[in-house]
């Protein structure tokens, strides 16, 4: 579906393992102090003075979290540090370096490596953060790309999933559900192009949805905008899985309930447009569906006055004694019970 504009090809037995590594990493530039020693050795070294250190890690493996035929390579290089990145944020911290390992079939030549790279450098730029190693090695199939991601946060403003206390406030960033009906064109498109090649779809409609599947963003502003706002939140989760999932690991950590009011959840108009036209109802969508990697976190009442207003921060719901349980106010008033489907079950049962 996307054409590959650029024809040449260089295979990666001409560089050798060496010379490719040096190749792919030879634009990244050292942005932290904290970075004493980056790429070129047998280990980097950080030095982190006083502050805290969160290291989080994931693996993508080609046809199982991404499909090459539409997702450019460049795309993919920022997306796999932009996940790791809202993990590091979810923990209210700042994310400084990141190391890159990669495993590549030679049906892969240099060029969609440097693609890769080139995506992965721009993260690097927008976010400010060092490359500062990683590894390189081949495979047999397809294309694995494993992100470490490495931030430092003050030991006072760490935050993890274990401290929402029943009346605390549930609030969500951003909108949700958009990278799922996102993945929902572009698998639509996918199947139109293998009957008609020739056919150029119009997605036109879908660009903001489309954007959020294939370059999705981490919430570094949050991070920055709580500190502005002198608010600590007492529990916060990034929502790579669904706000429904999320939801649950929150309240099981912290040994709580909650209750979420449908009708505060808030969804982009295209998910909406898009829902309707798919036949799928929204909510259900912004439960379950994954990869927004907005930031779902709990806050104090107190502290209500100060995120009052704020277009970033959507209040929708409340924590309750973990004995109340964890349920979805509908707009009919009724009381479900929310259960963790994730996006990936949703979708061995379409
Ligand atoms: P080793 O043999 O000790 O594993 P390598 O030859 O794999 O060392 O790596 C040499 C240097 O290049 C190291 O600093 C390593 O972190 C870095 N490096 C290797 N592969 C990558 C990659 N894909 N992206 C970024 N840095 C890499
Ligand atoms: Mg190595």
Known sequence: MIEDKNQSRTSLEQLGEFGLIEHLTK??????????????????????KSKQIVVTTDLL??????????VPLKHLGYKAVVVNLSDVYAMNAEATQITVSIAVSN???LEALEELYAGIETVA?????????????????????????????NKKDVVYRSGAKPNDLLV??????????GLQVLEREKEVFKVNPQNQPDLD???YIIERQLKPEARKDIVALLKQLEVKPTAMIDISDGLSSEAIHLCKQSDV???IYENKIPLDPQVIS???????????????????????MTISQQDFPKIKGNPNLTVIGYITEKERGMHLITRGEQVVPIIAKGWNAMKNEA
């Open 107 to 109: 049906r892969f030549p």
């Open 205 to 207: 409609p879908y660009t």
């Open 257 to 259: 309930g909650v209750e």
């Open 172 to 181: 969500v960033t951003g909108d949700i559900g958009a990278a799922y009906m």
């Open 274 to 296: 898009t829902c309707e036209e798919f036949n799928i109802d929204s909510t259900t969508i912004a439960l379950n569906g994954g990869e927004d990697y907005e930031l779902l």
């Open 125 to 153: 730029k927008i976010y400010n953060i060092d490359v500062i190693g990683g590894d390189t090695t081949s495979s047999t199939t397809g294309l694995i790309i494993s992100v470490t991601a490495i931030g430092e946060v």
């Open 61 to 70: 493996v080609e046809n199982v979290h991404f499909d090459l035929s539409y």
């Open 27 to 48: 634009n990244f530039d050292i942005k932290h102090k904290s970075t004493v020693k980056s790429i070129g050795d047998d280990a980097a070294v950080l030095d982190h």
